[in-house]
């Protein structure tokens, strides 16, 4: 608690003294501007399982990938305001691991609307600016690439970095963000301060269908995350990445991150959530990440990468809690590591007056220390697609194939279980996706 408190109060000093520098900005006022963004994904995804008695007939969900109003509002050059909701209606969509009942069936309301980013913006130089609020870990250049323009049909299933179930916490978190450029925004910088784990977490486990919670945080220990990325070519714009630039920039950009939480969960915890000592283990996360773009006559070819550890200091093999396991040292985002490489060609050329086709391809390779049950999982993901801009990332349509395999047969979310042990029936050792994409938004 007094690490917290001390860290509480040097962010509340940084976002003071940043606060009485930027007073001096209000003379320049101005009327205040709002932008308003509408936006949304439309997928069908068709997997060879998920239907019938052994769970391996075909089947196709059709669902909102993401639906987003966002505003963003500045009372003058410097001080803002950014409020974005995300809606997740009839989307049964369950990562790469399955399927959940859709929400359609079960919600006859069906609006799951939730805030997805809101912060406070302090834009006071190209050096120095803050976000406080809800935004993204800026840990990985894959998790601050804009989800509207990806460059395979959505970012990698498992980049995304420790503690929770849902987008707010392993993609966001609340806290304070500090991000600047120097030697004209090529050398860029993110240094942040989030909440990290807090308190208990509860879950559905995924066989036996029961809530479980994670045992209490051992501290209350804030996160702290670091990025640096230089850009050899042109500099990238904004406070994150695109997947692709659409051959508007010469990109060559590499980049890495850190993240560390002190004694962020206990280490001996036994199966049914008893807490044996005081032993705890820290959460560290190094990541490292590329892009090449490069626009010629003939075409724009792009090439991406991303290389990302996560490490609970195998603190899974002695806390055999599945709340713990399940949100916290494991699973999809818990202790792994990992990486993903991409490339794509934009075609010389358009498609009536604007339209642009870009097929890509895309391999993944990561290693999990504890995964549905299993420890040392391996998932290894590979596919194909196209691309068709047809008003560049505003109305897009997009095409892919994936395969998935895993090195040990797994169960999966949806399938069949045995009534007593819990123990899945239904197992794979791979499968395949087929997956459109519309996309349409006013941004």
Known sequence: MKIATRSMRALIGVAAAVAIVGTATLARAQ?????????????????????G????????????????LAVTGMFNDVWGFKFQTCGNCGTSKNGALGYAMTLQDVD?????????????????????????????????????????????????????????????????DMGLVAWGGFSDDKLRYYAAAFQGREGMTATVHPFSGATVKSSI????????????????????????????YLGELKVFTVGGGVAYEPSAVYRNVTSAGVVLDEATADYTAYSA?????????????????????LDFDDAYKTNLNPGDRLVNISGMNGQKNGYYVKGAYLFPGKIGKEGMMQPFVLYEDWKFAYLLGITDQRIKQSGLGLN????????????????????????????????????????????????????????
């Open 108 to 172: 006859w309301n069906d609006r799951d609307i939730r805030i997805i980013d809101g912060y406070a913006i302090a834009n006071f130089s190209e050096k120095a600016n803050l976000k406080i609020g809800l935004t993204k870990i800026p840990l990985t250049r894959a998790n601050l690439d804009d989800c509207f323009a990806p460059l395979s049909q959505d970012r990698s299933y498992f980049v995304y970095s420790a503690y929770g179930t849902s987008p707010a916490k392993f993609s966001r």
């Open 217 to 244: 945080e051992p501290k209350s220990s804030l996160e702290y995350v670091g990025r640096l990325h230089y850009a050899f070519l042109d500099a990238e714009p904004g406070a994150g990445y695109q997947g692709s």
């Open 53 to 68: 008695q052994d769970r391996q007939g075909s089947r196709t969900d059709i669902h909102f990938q993401r639906l987003r």
């Open 289 to 309: 990440d590329m892009m090449f773009e490069y626009p010629t006559k003939g075409g724009t070819p792009t090439a991406t990468a991303q290389y990302l550890k």
């Open 388 to 443: 068709y801009y047809i008003h560049k990332q505003n109305v897009r349509l997009t095409l892919e194939y994936l395969k998935t395999t895993f090195d040990k047969a797994t169960g999966f979310v949806g399938g069949r279980v045995d009534p007593i042990t819990f123990a899945p029936i239904d197992k794979l050792t791979s499968y395949n996706t087929f997956r459109i994409m519309m996309q349409v938004g006013a941004f």
């Open 31 to 51: 009327e205040p501007t709002f932008k308003f963004e509408v936006k949304g994904q439309i997928f069908s995804e068709t997997t060879d399982f998920g239907t």
